[in-house]
Nanobody
Framework: VQLQASGGGLVQAGGSLRLSCAASGRTFTLYTIGWFRQAPGKEREFVAGISWSGGRTYYPDSLKGRFTTSRENAENTAYLQMNSLKPEDTAVYYC?????????????????WGQGTQVTVSS
């Protein structure tokens, strides 16, 4: 599967953005999707994950309530809704796929990566 993240941009603190992760091919439903971000000089960080059916999601405690992931398998697309954005959310955001039931939280658990999309939150 090939993945492409989009929807990033510049937003003021307190604003919202919705990222999209578009997948090619007809096997999108086989993949658990994870969202990660990486700020300059920092390690890649898990921010959200969603199971193949969309029935299960997982978030780090620090982001629960602000970030929500969903997917529309008929459209081969996953989404990351980000609300109440803070300057510390500034990073390049990536979507990634793994053929597993369990939602992984480490980058090395994912085999397929899209190009990232830049999110910049101004104060």
């Amino acid at each position: 599967v090939q993945l492409q993240a989009s929807g990033g941009g510049l937003v003021q603190a307190g604003g919202s953005l919705r990222l999209s992760c578009a997948a090619s091919g007809r096997t999108f439903t086989l993949y658990t999707i994870g969202w990660f971000r990486q700020a300059p000089g920092k390690e890649r960080e898990f921010v959200a994950g969603i199971s193949w059916s969309g029935g299960r999601t997982y978030y780090p405690d620090s982001l629960k309530g602000r970030f929500t992931t969903s997917r529309e398998n008929a459209e081969n697309t996953a989404y990351l809704q980000m609300n109440s954005l803070k300057p510390e959310d500034t990073a390049v955001y990536y979507c990634a796929g793994r053929r597993a039931i369990v939602i992984g939280i480490r980058p090395n658990e994912y085999h397929y990566w899209g190009q990232g999309t830049q999110v910049t939150v101004s104060s």
